[in-house]
């Protein structure tokens, strides 16, 4: 049988874009069904994993080249969901996956679209010559939504990540390797009280009044931890609620807080610090909790990536970190001693703005990395 020709990067670039797959939508399966073909053909054992029972179309793409072989694979992945297009108009159809002056334009184009096909194309690329070593691609799904379809497979299918021995997510980076990111971790600050008549006060118990002085301690609060790349960890005040309607005394009221944490950080310590800050009156919940991530660049295959990155680009391949959370961190839940480098085409300011784009130069520079880094690690 002979093997079918790679395709091209661009190309595939605009049919992945021209699928709608906006992480609300839940339109997953739609656009993973033509890619779990594309790889089929190219050899690869394809499967769906549904991570949300009520949702169906939700879902994750399993790909293995030689599942039977039980040596360290390589991991290429990614998410193939998007945010929405926003409010403000596009100079484009946003689904068009339209080409001018040396880019290509549309929703998901640089998050992460342009990345997962360089993947695919690197990974069928590569399929023929791999001589029964097996190339692992995943292609996850809900990750705008808080790395749904990732923390799934580590947290509930652990054993879809046996046998992986690195991790590349295709996130943009300008195709230059990053070593982390910070991690994300919701704090929730709840009052409870009696609700009243606002006409009669007296007889109720105003929650928020009890929430305040807690919001006026913690405003100032920063915590202490600092992490030499990942820089310091950070702690917002974002969301204050409480009450369902204004002539009553609220007998709710919630404070949200968003952290950013860094490697190695003493949570016990931060949640201890909350807690206290926050007052007896005052329930501390964690609703969400996202790990940092990061990799020792000086490890052997992170410093043979920075290798291959410089050879490819010409460029020194600084030790940089990423500005966002990515499926990497989802992953670490599940195989923690593993290293995952982020890297893909494409810039990091331009996730999720309006006429989102991303340089077809960049789409043929990160499929030959991608292509490079296979040889590298199955010593081609």
Known sequence: MTTPKAPDVLELTQELVRFESITANNRETAILEPVRKLLESFGFTCSLMHYDADIPTRANLIAELNPADKRPALCLGGHIDTVPFGNAPWDDDPLSGAVKDGKIYGRGTADMKGGMAAILCAAASMAGKLDGRNLVVHIYGGEEFGLLGSRYMAEQKPETLNNIGAVIVGEPTNNRPQFGHKGVTWFELCTKGVTAH????????????????????????????????????????????????????????????????????????????????????????????????????????????????????????????????TDAAALKLGIPDVPMIVMGPGEQGMAHRTNENVRVEDLYTAQKIYEQIIADWYKL
């Open 198 to 325: 606002a006409a009669m006060p007296e007889k109720g118990d105003n929650a928020l009044l009890k929430l305040i002085p807690a919001a006026c301690k913690l405003q100032h609060f920063q915590p202490e931890d600092t992490h030499p790349y990942l820089g310091k960890s950070t702690l917002v005040l974002s969301v204050m609620q409480s009450g369902l309607n204004t002539n009553s005394v609220p007998d709710s009221a919630v404070l949200k807080m968003d952290c950013r944490t860094v490697a190695g950080q003493d949570m016990e310590k931060l949640t201890l610090a909350l807690r206290e800050l926050a007052g007896p009156d005052a329930t501390l919940t964690v609703p969400a909790d996202i790990p940092p991530l990061w990799s020792d660049p000086e490890s052997t295959w992170c410093r043979s990536v920075r290798r291959i990155v410089e050879e490819v680009t010409g460029t020194e391949a600084e030790v940089l970190c990423a500005e966002f959370a």
